[in-house]
């Protein structure tokens, strides 16, 4: 049997500094955060278990059933509710912490059976002034929530009192976690660096006759070759057509030859993402019309991602991005106008209808606010999110025959640094550097 002093030499610190620093922000009351429930099982088959991503971004903890309260104030306290151990439950499903040597290895004050919640829960709100968690986000825990909460009313004739302030945890949470601290930062690149070598594998795997799925199988594959745990989300394997439906899930066409082939995949490492998307030919050489389309997207991603330093405002590579491309869906006969006209009335957003980017981390759409106050904020070092522009042309009457079909997005992921900003994804981007790669 494993013992606590198994886990002594457990570096955890990161996810102790993260619940301090919470705690010294919040200053007073109590901040309760449960981990995801276990996704249901299906007869006997059984699913990797995804940890709520607030949960063990304060915890570093892996189990289901868990619960961190944290308690502010002058003597500061950090308590886990976890799984008992259970011989036989782990003979079957692997190994399980357990109270006493999770609180050891994790750095906890207490830890506390999950079992136990309704009995101590009540007690830890009792005469604080107010609670956090992540209100709404599930109904099930809400209504536990007000359970104990009403337990703690209910004693009020022996003088203790229930948190009079309820707050989102979010408001926290969020702005932690959108600047990425260098824990952090390792591990995105891990799952940055996994995600290109498997779209240089795709890339160099593809050629027509074989089908989107065979495409798919080679990143699946060198996402687990890498050490990834899973896709960071479904594989979009969008050859001809396809490409032009945002979230295309089929995967199952054959590749055409003259067609380009959009894949956005990607991998998640150490509970990270990566978020990726390259657009190529399937036969390894841009038509001249498909070249006009993807150096006009891959223009529009330089010009963003040149618009990304600190004190330049979220919005501002997507503005960047949509005037780029305005101006040469008017140079390509795709749209008749003047570009500050269309770009009012929005008449680009028959060809490019998604927003430029997101925010990028433990999620793929990862936490954090996009505007403050009302106004887009102001980019800061530590931040990360995706540049994705993109190009989708359905076929109509008034569009040159040319551009049918062709769907075409080019994303990396950047970090925002001191004095601009850093891409983390590197898979070919440019057209002689795609043509290269698919010639090797
Ligand atoms: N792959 C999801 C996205 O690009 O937002
Ligand atoms: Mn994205
Ligand atoms: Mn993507």
Same mark, same amino acid.
């Given at each position: 049997?494993?013992?606590?002093? /198994?886990?002594?030499?457990?570096?955890?610190?990161?996810?102790?500094?993260?619940?301090?620093?919470?705690?010294?922000?919040?200053?007073?009351?109590?901040?309760?955060?449960?981990?995801?429930?276990?996704?249901?099982?299906?007869?006997?088959?059984?699913?990797?278990?995804?940890?709520?991503?607030? #949960?063990?971004?304060?915890?570093? #903890?892996?189990?289901?059933?868990?619960?961190?309260?944290?308690?502010?104030?002058?003597?500061?306290?950090?308590?886990?509710?976890?799984?008992e151990k259970n011989e036989e439950r782990e003979i079957w499903d692997g190994f399980r912490y357990g109270p006493k040597a999770a609180r050891e290895a994790f750095g906890f004050d207490e830890a506390f059976s999950h079992d136990a919640l309704d009995h101590e829960?009540?007690?830890?709100?009792?005469?604080?002034?107010?609670?956090?968690?992540?209100?709404?986000?599930?109904?099930?825990?809400?209504t536990q929530m007000m359970g104990w909460l009403n337990t703690v009313r209910s004693r009020a004739r022996s003088g203790v009192h229930a948190p009079s302030r309820m707050v989102d945890a979010r408001i926290w949470l969020d702005e932690m976690r959108l600047i990425k601290d260098d824990h952090e930062l390792a591990l995105m690149r891990?799952?940055?660096?996994?995600?290109? @070598?498997?779209?240089?594998? @795709?890339?160099?795997?593809?050629?027509?006759?074989?089908? %989107?799925? %065979?495409?798919?199988?080679?990143?699946?594959?060198?996402?687990?070759?890498?050490?990834?745990?899973?896709?960071?989300?479904?594989?979009?394997?969008?050859?001809?057509?396809?490409?032009?439906?945002?979230?295309?899930?089929?995967?199952?066409?054959?590749?055409?030859?003259?067609?380009?082939?959009?894949?956005?995949?990607?991998?998640?490492y150490g509970s990270y993402a990566a978020d990726i998307t390259r657009t190529f030919p399937v036969n390894g050489q841009f038509s001249a019309a498909q070249k006009d389309a993807y150096e006009l997207v891959l223009a529009a991603q330089t010009a963003a991602i040149e618009a990304?330093?600190?004190?330049?405002?979220?919005?501002?590579?997507?503005?960047?991005?949509?005037?780029v491309l305005t101006q040469?869906?008017?140079?390509? /006969?795709?749209? /008749?106008?003047?570009?500050?006209g269309l770009i009012e009335s929005e008449a680009y957003k028959r060809f490019y209808m998604h927003r430029t980017g997101?925010?990028?981390?433990?999620?793929?759409?990862?936490?954090?606010?996009? /505007?403050?106050?009302?106004?887009?904020?102001?980019?800061?070092p530590g931040m990360t999110f995706t540049v994705e522009p993109g190009l989708y042309i359905r076929p109509a009457e008034d569009v040159p025959e040319a551009f049918w079909n062709i769907g075409i997005r080019i994303e990396d992921d950047v970090l925002v640094t001191e004095t601009g900003c850093e891409v983390l994804t590197h898979p070919p981007r440019t057209v002689a550097d795609i043509e290269d790669c698919m010639r090797d």
């Open positions: 049997m494993k013992s606590a002093a /198994k886990f002594a030499d457990m570096d955890n610190s990161v996810y102790r500094q993260r619940r301090r620093k919470i705690l010294e922000e919040m200053g007073e009351g109590v901040m309760i955060i449960a981990t995801a429930p276990e996704v249901p099982r299906n007869r006997d088959t059984h699913y990797p278990y995804r940890h709520d991503s607030y #949960f063990y971004w304060l915890t570093g #903890f892996n189990e289901p059933e868990a619960v961190v309260v944290m308690i502010a104030g002058k003597q500061p306290r950090h308590i886990l509710f976890c799984r829960l009540p007690g830890l709100l009792e005469n604080q002034p107010m609670l956090a968690y992540t209100i709404g986000r599930d109904l099930a825990w809400d891990r799952a940055a660096d996994i995600s290109t @070598a498997a779209h240089v594998s @795709a890339m160099r795997a593809t050629r027509p006759g074989l089908h %989107e799925y %065979e495409i798919e199988a080679e990143l699946l594959a060198d996402f687990r070759r890498g050490g990834a745990e899973a896709p960071a989300y479904n594989s979009i394997v969008a050859s001809g057509a396809n490409a032009c439906v945002l979230h295309y899930v089929f995967n199952n066409k054959p590749l055409r030859d003259g067609d380009l082939l959009l894949i956005d995949a990607a991998a998640e990304i330093r600190p004190g330049s405002r979220w919005n501002d590579p997507h503005d960047t991005a949509v005037r040469g869906m008017v140079d390509l /006969k795709l749209i /008749k106008g003047e570009v500050d997101h925010w990028l981390g433990m999620d793929v759409h990862d936490a954090g606010e996009y /505007k403050l106050n009302g106004e887009w904020r102001a980019l800061e």
